[in-house]
């Protein structure tokens, strides 16, 4: 367990979110209630996307192996230097 470098709380995982492109085909059912159906979504395989702190929700780095030191206690966040 390590702690956020901004908050200072206690974590153990880190969210990720990467920017996707995501496709729905929409429909109606019988009951003319719209529904959602999951078709294709794409990432850019270059982009780790944003690794964010699961308790303030600050931005703590921009790549995998960044990640993987702030959750080994390795070091702080690369964003502003802290």
Do not use: F, H, W
């Amino acid at each position: 367990m390590t702690t956020c470098p901004k908050c200072g709380e206690e974590i153990t995982s880190l969210r990720n979110y990467i920017p996707a492109q995501v496709c729905y085909d929409v429909q109606y059912n019988a009951k003319n209630d719209m529904l959602d159906y999951y078709k294709d979504g794409q990432t850019d395989p270059d982009d780790d996307g944003d690794y964010e702190c699961p308790e303030c929700n600050q931005i703590l780095c921009l790549d995998a192996d960044a990640a993987k030191k702030i959750l080994k206690g390795e070091r702080g966040g690369d964003i502003d230097g802290s």
